[in-house]
């Protein structure tokens, strides 16, 4: 039997160079987790680059939030010394990065843990990762398309590649390179058997991945596309604050950043500085918008055996969120057009519109709450949206609030707050943002 107070621990990792294959172990009691992921063929060297034994490390260290919350033993061991900064990364992931699954299971606030671990200095600097340009993770939504516009030159990559990866890849022109990542179906045998489950750091493990990527095709800088709204809590428990989107904040950024830079590649959000607003005032303005999707619940769908065509279900918050982003830019013919259907129009979606600016958000990817008062409030006073039944019913509540917070529509468009994009992107962004489009009246 399983001794409950048995530590997670990650143990081994390897990557066969000839084939693409590595393979990320772990342990939790009796139980051995073997995860693997299939590298594109023309990743692979002859020689093993610098800084791959750290890349390695990276994914194995924050790849294991999958398999620690199936007891959540609150100790890890890890076989491998790691540095200052991959350390700092792994607290993270297992602490903040794991705080909506703690919420979940009503598991202690903040989630804590004890490690042991050989920790040693930085690593000598490895020397930049190459001359393959940049390397654009993409997810298929807004915020990836706009950065296949800023850096129409950088390489899409995508971990199990969907539709919507590979459309909005197509349509913007860039080549996309995937990745196969395979759990260990005892994960989900486990899970069936009363594991605990619940949300993992995602963008963290597809941080590591895409960083071990660069390493092996020689691409840097990393840029993902995380706005500044990933930076406000979901909700508090007991005064600690709960994060859906930590993994995309500002601070973990900051933290994987330390750690990329010892393995030879930058890393940073090239919309840190940016609202929701904003960014979709810049992808409304451009043909990419009809071929983004952020729909999560058609990603569900599609790897459940589902619908094969990838579509907004127009019902989840993540769908709901983007409408009404869009809509503050759109006129109701366009944004019927894009998304295939008009929520603000059915009365029955009242509450999860009002969800979007209440004191506990909805655990999925949506912008601040005064960012969604002030979207929903402009739209009660325009011509084109003012009379769809959602606006006429909400939109005194949100002009309330909204006017509590001092927000408006044109407060978030301005860049604003910290961030570590290189000039040479920025000014391209710039560009981009000053061809936008004004929101609708």
């Given at each position: ?38 590298l ?8 093993a680059?610098?800084g ?16 620690y ?9 890890v076989?491998?010394p790691?540095s200052?900064?991959?350390?700092a990364?792994?607290?993270?992931a ?20 004890e ?10 600097p ?8 940049a ?20 390489t899409?990559?995508a ?11 197509r349509?913007a ?30 963008t963290?493990?597809?941080s590591a ?16 596309a995380?706005?500044r ?23 973990f ?11 030879g590649?930058t890393?940073?959000?090239l ?24 729909c ?6 599609r790897?459940m055996?589902?619908?094969a065509t990838?579509?907004?279900c127009?019902?989840c ?5 983007t ?6 830019f759109?006129?109701?013919?366009e944004?019927?057009?894009m998304?295939?259907?008009?929520p603000?129009a059915d ?13 506990d ?6 912008g ?12 009660a ?16 509540e949100?002009a309330?609030f909204?006017?509590?917070?001092g927000s ?5 468009l ?14 391209v ?13």
């Open positions: 039997m399983t001794d409950p107070t048995a530590p997670f621990e990650i143990t081994d990792r390897s990557l066969d160079v000839r084939t693409g294959e590595a393979a990320f172990t772990y342990r939790l009691g009796d139980d051995e987790f073997t995860e693997r992921l299939t594109d063929p023309a990743l692979l060297r002859d020689t680059p610098e791959l034994d750290a890349a390695l490390d990276l994914v194995h260290l924050v790849m294991g939030t999958s398999y919350k199936l007891r959540a033993p609150g100790r890890i061991t076989r491998r790691v200052k900064a991959q350390y990364v792994a607290e993270a297992y602490s903040a990065g794991l705080g909506e699954f703690a919420a979940v299971n009503r598991l202690p606030l903040p989630h804590t843990v490690w042991d671990v050989e920790v040693h200095d930085a690593p000598a490895v020397p930049a990762a190459g001359g393959r340009g390397l654009l993770p993409v997810g298929g939504g807004k915020d990836s398309a706009l950065a296949m516009v800023v850096i129409p030159d950088g899409a990559l971990v199990n590649p969907t539709d919507a990866q590979r459309d909005v890849a349509a022109g860039a080549p996309l390179l995937g990745v196969r990542r395979r759990l260990d179906p005892l994960l989900i045998q486990r899970t069936q058997e009363g594991g605990l489950n619940g949300h993992v750091p995602v963290a493990i597809n991945i895409s960083t071990l990527v660069a390493v092996l095709g020689g691409y840097d800088p990393v840029v993902f995380n706005e709204s990933a930076d406000e809590e979901t909700m508090s428990v007991g005064g600690v604050p709960v994060n859906h989107q930590y993994s995309k904040s500002y601070e950024e900051r933290l994987f950043a330390a750690a990329t830079a010892e393995v590649v890393y940073f959000s919309t840190r500085q940016l609202s929701e607003l904003a960014t979709v005032a810049a992808v409304a303005a451009l043909p990419l918008r009809e071929h983004i999707l952020s999560n619940r058609s990603y569900t769908q790897h055996g589902g619908e990838q579509r907004w127009l019902h918050d993540k769908c709901l969120f409408f009404l982003m869009f809509a503050v759109l006129t109701p013919a944004a019927q057009r998304f295939g259907g008009n603000l009365a029955s979606l009242v509450e999860g519109f009002r969800v979007l600016w209440a004191t958000k909805p655990f999925d990817c949506v601040e709450r005064a960012e969604s008062a002030a979207a929903l409030a402009h739209l006073g325009t011509r084109a949206w003012g009379g769809q039944p959602v606006v006429q019913e909400l939109g005194e949100a309330a909204a006017a509590a917070t408006t529509v044109e407060g978030f301005p860049p604003r707050g910290g961030h570590a994009v290189p000039e040479r992107y920025l000014a962004l710039q560009q981009v943002l000053a061809d936008a489009r004004p929101p609708v009246d």
